[in-house]
Each structure stands twice: as C-alpha cells, then as structure tokens.
C-alpha cells in the first residue's frame, strides 16, 4: 500500500497562492491516480482534481478550473496542487489519496484506497 504525506497547507489572503505537495513511498505502479480532496466545516468531503500518473490526463471540478493546476513529478514521487487566485470558499483541509486504476480519472473516494493526513488551506476575505 502507498503512504501519502501531504504539507504546504497556510493561511493566505484572497486572491493569494499556495502550493500543496503529496509524497509518496511504499509500493507503486504506474497504473493509479493520485486525486485532491477537500472538506470544509460542516461539509462533506468533496473531490477537486487527479491526474493519472501514467497518461497525465487530469480532471478538475468546475469550481477550481482555470485557478487550480494538478501536477506531478515521478521521480520524487510526488504530486502537486498549485492553487492560485484563492477563494475563501476554498478554505478546507485537503487530502491527497492514491489509488488503482485503468485508464480513468477516479472521481470518488471509495476509488482511492491510500490516503494522506490532511493539510489545513485557510483563506482570508
């Protein structure tokens, strides 16, 4: 099973940017995604995007595309949610979770397997 350990989580101003890094280790192939959660106080948890470690494709929800960039760097094993022009509607703590997959994007958590500890994202008005 992966282990995830994400860190980059702040606080910032509207308008501001952070970067979120999810580190991997244990065992991996190339056929998983890694995907970025995110859940607010008294929220559920909701996914944000993924990118499929082998093809690249990537998949954003309709709220963040355009601000939010998912990347990832296979020697470092790590994935990247660059998030520009922030909201304070984007204030939750983020996951970052790995799992199996074919050739899809997986969109739902019960397709991730592998999860992170979570990140605190604040963003102030």
């Known amino acids: 099973q992966v282990q995830l350990v994400e860190s980059g989580g702040g606080l910032v101003q509207a308008g501001g940017s952070l970067r979120l890094s999810c580190a991997a280790s244990?065992?991996?192939?190339?056929?998983?995604?890694v995907g970025w959660f995110r859940q607010a106080p008294g929220k559920e948890r909701e996914f944000v995007a993924a990118i499929h470690w082998s093809t690249l494709s990537t998949y954003y929800i309709d709220s963040v595309k355009g601000r939010f960039t998912i990347s990832r760097d296979n020697a470092k094993k790590t994935a990247y949610l660059q998030m520009n022009n922030l909201k304070p509607g984007d204030t939750a703590v983020y996951y970052c979770?790995?799992?199996?997959?074919?050739?899809?994007?997986?969109?739902?958590?019960?397709?991730?397997?592998?999860w992170g500890q979570g990140t605190q994202v604040t963003v102030s008005s």
């Open positions: 244990g065992r991996t192939s190339s056929n998983y995604a």
């Open positions: 979770a790995a799992g199996r997959t074919g050739w899809s994007i997986p969109r739902y958590m019960s397709q991730y397997d592998s």
